[in-house]
């Protein structure tokens, strides 16, 4: 049985290969029985032995050390033992001899790249030819018996990240780009590639020709790895969904469908994976303890797998001590849908029959494969489960049941409510009154109550003038030098105001009209006007002063047009009678207003309150409703109803500045609304919503993944600047000119990415019409 046989091999063993550094890459022999490992500080060869690594040779010995020793890639010839190369951090490339002895081990150095040389490989059938992919978007083919290179290929992207020869033609290569696009190349066309595709939405890492399927994978930073059969036009065949940003793919040797992968950044751990099972790994390898930065397969050998880390480790996995995380997944699954359905999937439990010969223990069809041959554990991307969906009913009546149902016709479902809220709600084109008035109307046309209310409020208060730019405070007590003056205060009406202002108070008829005009002029903003009502009768006298440092939460509402009346009934009383000791002391405590001498003369008549009249009243504040917005808002957070929390922050503007929301928090809702914009595929209006946003991370949504790369159509080089289609390199603007017509293109441009021409897309529709060719070039075009 095969499947016995992966019991045979070792367990996993390691080695600590650097103290000072760590390895960036690993190559194997054509014997696969020595390995190689480079990095920044690091260049060694190590056998492989049934118990662990033996070191063979160290490369980085010597005082004069350079930058060519610093290595971002190693490859070995596939067809000479003593032939290594390596891709250097500075751009050099370098060939090395191990049959050589010191210093005359780096055989050949080509240092033609201007940039960072990211990777290097040998042809699997020419021992002399081999290339390397750079940071300068370029790729170089090195013939070992030359001094310099021989070809160069343009691949028109910022960065050439990985480049592969195809075992399926000894003429064509593979070089994957930054830009996310990939290229097939013919060794001997050095001027256009062959094919051109958009492989990721961002930058590619890697790329792994199958050994025996005309399938390439590739990996990228946008969590993916996708495989994609380039028999004629390239087509995607299947996707795997990975956790983090994917580093390294290779397929598994002797296995179709399985390819390990290694992450760039975040995840540790090695995963093989079956294509046909996209979600969960096949197997995993977790004794790396920091990212791992290169994996190989011992040649055919698919039970033993070699790899590199950032912890300065090397090793050789044993395929029986991998963890096997299907086993340990939940074996059932709930999901809402978005059409108010439940999907529910269980895995099938299923009993083995007692004629077999084998006791009917119950077992799950999963671990019963698990422990038997190959053949059965080759069956992990089989679906061994159930799938349960259960709707919503839209009768009236439950049925078998004398009473109603839940009437889904009159009460809109949530995911309804949602997109059409998404698609009615607006956020900016009117005044502030205007879009709370609309965005209430529709809130309660969803059955909203709740936003409909809060709508209504923001109005009420947001609405005025009292809260257009640049929203200043209303004056109020915080100006006073008081430190009771920092309690929030409550704007409050008045309630009553002296009678007519011929009435005489106290006797002196021109102190209280001049009074009464100075209290109008200042008690306009207090809504003094209508219906009048004296002050209660019980009142204690209070100067201005102390009117202000009483002036509290409990006792504000007490105050009416400058005066404040507390104190119990009994007291208040007595002080309407002059004639008792209480009137007099309060009458010598508070302050004696400057009269004239005829005013002294005239005596008070009897029994009318005496009232301390205030010149200035300090302006009442106005009731600040930030707070109460503020917490509003996060209840509808809370509640689900993130949408209208947002909205509503969008729809204040710079008001929104006035809430003590936190930032974070308003980051959240936006990625969580705008996710949530996604999931329903309403494209248009979660990039509005993107573009209204005022957080970095947000607006920077709308940036991601949508940079494309053009280059100019006379000489290839990718176009730079902020000068439009103007090339630096030949200094013209012919690229900006319509291939068809002549002229310069001032709408829509449309133009190909093998050949870099275009124009007009009007003209360039009736042109492929009829033709097939470029009509600058004759480049076989693909118009779609």
């Given at each position: ?10 367990s996993?063993?390691s ?9 960036n890459a ?5 014997e696969?029985n020595q390995i190689a490992v480079?990095?920044?500080s690091?260049l060694k060869?190590?056998s492989?032995d049934s118990?662990g690594?033996?070191e063979?040779?160290n490369?980085r010995v ?5 930058l ?12 000479d033992?003593?032939i290594l190369?390596t891709?250097a ?11 050589k ?12 790249h ?30 070992i018996?030359?001094d310099?290179?021989?070809?160069t290929?343009f691949?028109?992207?910022e960065?050439?990240?990985d ?9 064509v290569f593979?070089a994957?780009?930054e830009n996310g696009?990939v290229?097939?190349?013919?060794m001997?066309k050095w ?8 492989a990721?939405?961002?930058p590619?890492?890697t ?14 930073r946008?969590?993916q790895i996708?495989v ?9 065949e ?5 956790i ?5 793919v ?9 390819i ?9 751990s090695?995963?093989?994976?079956d294509?046909?099972r996209p979600?969960?790994p ?7 303890t920091?990212?791992?930065t ?12 070699l790899?590199t880390s950032?912890?300065s480790s090397l ?6 001590d991998?963890?096997?995380p299907?086993l340990?997944?939940n074996?059932?699954g709930a999901?809402?849908g978005?059409h108010g359905?439940i999907?529910f999937?269980?895995?099938?439990k299923e009993?083995?029959?007692?004629s077999?010969?084998?006791?009917n ?11 038997s041959?190959?053949p059965g554990?080759?069956?992990?991307h ?8 259960f709707?919503?009913?839209n009768?009236?009546m ?10 889904v016709t009159t009460?809109?479902r949530v995911h309804d409510c949602f997109?059409?809220c998404?698609?009615?709600l607006?956020?900016?084109g ?5 879009l709370?008035?609309h965005?209430?109307?529709i809130s309660r046309?969803?059955g909203?109550h709740?936003a409909?209310t809060?709508w209504?409020?923001?109005k009420?208060?947001y609405?005025?003038?009292?809260f257009?730019?640049?929203f200043?405070?209303r004056s109020?007590?915080s100006?006073q030098?008081n430190p009771?003056?920092s309690?929030?205060a ?6 009553w105001a002296?009678?007519?202002?011929g009435q005489?108070?106290n006797?002196n008829s021109?102190?209280?009209q001049h009074e009464?005009?100075d ?5 306009d903003?207090?809504g ?5 009502h ?10 201005e002063?102390?009117?202000i440092s009483?002036?509290t939460?409990?006792?504000f509402?007490?105050l009416?047009n400058?005066f404040?009346?507390?104190g119990?009934?009994d007291?208040?009383k007595a002080?309407a009678?002059?004639?008792t000791?209480l ?9 004696q ?5 005829s005013?002294?003369?005239k005596?008070p008549?009897?029994h ?5 009249k ?5 302006p009442i504040p106005m009731w ?5 917005v503020a ?6 957070n809370d509640?689900?109803?993130v949408q209208t ?5 969008i729809?204040?503007?710079e008001?929104?500045k ?8 308003v980051?959240?809702w936006?990625h ?5 914009l ?11 919503v993107i573009?209204r ?10 940036q991601?993944s949508t940079v494309?790369?053009t ?5 290839g ?11 630096d ?17 001032r709408g ?5 990415q093998g050949?870099?021409h275009?124009g007009?897309?009007?003209?360039l529709?009736?042109y ?6 470029c ?8 118009f779609?």
């Amino acid at each position: 049985m095969l499947h016995s046989l992966e019991y045979a091999y070792p367990s996993t063993v390691s080695l600590r290969i650097c103290l000072e550094g760590h390895a960036n890459a690993l190559a194997l022999n054509k014997e696969h029985n020595q390995i190689a490992v480079a990095g920044r500080s690091l260049l060694k060869v190590y056998s492989i032995d049934s118990d662990g690594f033996t070191e063979v040779c160290n490369m980085r010995v010597g005082k004069n050390q350079n930058l060519s020793y610093s290595s971002n890639d190693v490859a070995w010839s596939t067809l000479d033992s003593n032939i290594l190369a390596t891709a250097a951090t500075n751009g050099v490339v370098s060939v090395w001899d191990l049959s050589k002895f010191g210093r005359h081990k780096q055989l050949l150095v080509y240092n033609e790249h201007e940039r960072t040389a990211h990777t290097v490989t040998f042809h699997s059938t020419e021992p002399n030819i081999l290339i390397s992919g750079s940071q300068d978007g370029t790729i170089k083919c090195f013939d070992i018996r030359s001094d310099t290179s021989v070809n160069t290929y343009f691949s028109n992207s910022e960065s050439v990240r990985d480049v592969k020869f195809s075992p399926h033609s000894q003429n064509v290569f593979s070089a994957v780009s930054e830009n996310g696009t990939v290229q097939l190349w013919d060794m001997r066309k050095w001027d256009k590639c062959m094919v051109q595709f958009t492989a990721h939405s961002g930058p590619i890492y890697t790329c792994d020709w199958h050994p025996t399927r005309n399938w390439l994978a590739t990996g990228s930073r946008d969590k993916q790895i996708k495989v994609w059969n380039m028999d004629g036009r390239a087509s995607l065949e299947y996707t795997i969904h990975t956790i983090a940003v994917v580093g390294r793919v290779k397929w598994r040797p002797e296995r179709t469908f399985h390819i390990a992968s290694c992450a760039l950044v975040v995840d540790y751990s090695i995963h093989v994976w079956d294509i046909r099972r996209p979600y969960i790994p096949f197997a995993s390898f977790n004794e790396h303890t920091n990212v791992t930065t290169d994996i190989a397969w011992q040649g055919s050998d698919s039970h033993c797998l070699l790899s590199t880390s950032k912890d300065s480790s090397l090793y050789k996995h044993a395929f029986e001590d991998a963890t096997r995380p299907a086993l340990s997944a939940n074996a059932q699954g709930a999901s809402f849908g978005r059409h108010g359905d439940i999907s529910f999937a269980n895995k099938i439990k299923e009993y083995t029959n007692k004629s077999s010969g084998v006791s009917n223990t119950k077992t799950t069809n999963f671990i019963s494969r698990r422990k038997s041959n190959v053949p059965g554990n080759m069956q992990f991307h089989l679906d061994h489960s159930k799938m349960y969906m259960f709707m919503l009913k839209n009768s009236n009546m439950a049925s078998g049941s004398d009473y109603p149902a839940h009437d889904v016709t009159t009460e809109l479902r949530v995911h309804d409510c949602f997109i059409g809220c998404a698609k009615e709600l607006l956020l900016s084109g009117k005044k502030l009154a205007e879009l709370c008035e609309h965005n209430a109307d529709i809130s309660r046309k969803y059955g909203k109550h709740n936003a409909t209310t809060l709508w209504n409020f923001i109005k009420l208060f947001y609405g005025t003038s009292h809260f257009e730019p640049p929203f200043e405070h209303r004056s109020s007590f915080s100006n006073q030098k008081n430190p009771m003056s920092s309690r929030r205060a409550t704007q409050v009406a008045s309630d009553w105001a002296p009678h007519e202002q011929g009435q005489e108070l106290n006797g002196n008829s021109q102190e209280t009209q001049h009074e009464a005009a100075d209290a109008s002029e200042d008690g306009d903003e207090l809504g003094g006007g209508g219906k009048q009502h004296p002050p209660p009768t019980s009142s204690v006298i209070l100067s201005e002063t102390q009117i202000i440092s009483e002036i509290t939460f409990d006792n504000f509402e007490l105050l009416r047009n400058g005066f404040i009346y507390v104190g119990p009934a009994d007291v208040t009383k007595a002080l309407a009678f002059p004639d008792t000791a209480l009137h007099h002391d309060v009458q010598a405590a508070r302050p004696q207003l400057d009269l004239k001498a005829s005013d002294h003369e005239k005596s008070p008549p009897p029994h009318v309150p005496s009232i301390l009249k205030v010149s200035h009243v300090p302006p009442i504040p106005m009731w600040e409703p930030h707070q109460f917005v503020a917490d509003a808002l996060m209840l509808q957070n809370d509640v689900g109803d993130v949408q209208t929390a947002l909205i509503i922050l969008i729809v204040l503007g710079e008001a929104r500045k006035l809430l003590p929301i936190e930032d974070a928090v308003v980051e959240h809702w936006f990625h969580t609304y705008v996710d949530q914009l996604h999931r329903y595929e309403l494209w248009n209006e979660a990039c509005e919503v993107i573009n209204r946003a005022w957080v970095r991370s947000v607006r920077q949504l709308n940036q991601q993944s949508t940079v494309m790369h053009t280059n100019c159509g006379e000489c290839g080089r990718p176009l730079g600047g902020n000068v439009g289609w103007y090339c630096d390199k030949c200094k013209s603007m012919q690229s900006a000119k319509c291939c068809v017509c002549g002229l310069i293109v001032r709408g829509v441009y449309a133009w190909c990415q093998g050949c870099s021409h275009g124009g007009h897309i009007e003209h360039l529709q009736q042109y492929f019409a009829k033709h097939s060719k470029c009509p600058k070039c004759g480049h076989l075009c693909a118009f779609s």
